[in-house]
């Protein structure tokens, strides 16, 4: 949980939707909030042992 070390890489859907498998722990994940790269949000999440993880992420990127 260094905030540095990237464990996946995730692109949503048309539907805005994803997934992937993390092992149990702290992750940050790092969202594009606008259309920008440079429009970063960051959100700490756990991931417990042998339990479903739901993180749900509002970004709204100025486009309709």
């Known amino acids: 949980d ?3 070390t990237i464990v996946s890489r995730i692109v949503t859907d048309s ?3 994803a997934e992937t498998t993390l092992e149990a722990g702290s992750y940050l994940i790092h969202t594009r909030a606008g259309i ?3 429009d ?3 959100t700490r999440f ?3 042992e042998h339990k ?3 993180l749900s992420l509002i970004v709204d990127t ?3």
């Open 52 to 54: 479903i993880t739901v």
């Open 40 to 42: 970063m949000k960051s």
């Open 2 to 4: 260094d905030g540095k």
């Open 36 to 38: 920008f790269t440079s």
């Open 46 to 48: 756990t991931v417990e």
């Open 62 to 64: 100025g486009l309709e």
């Open 15 to 17: 539907n805005g939707t």
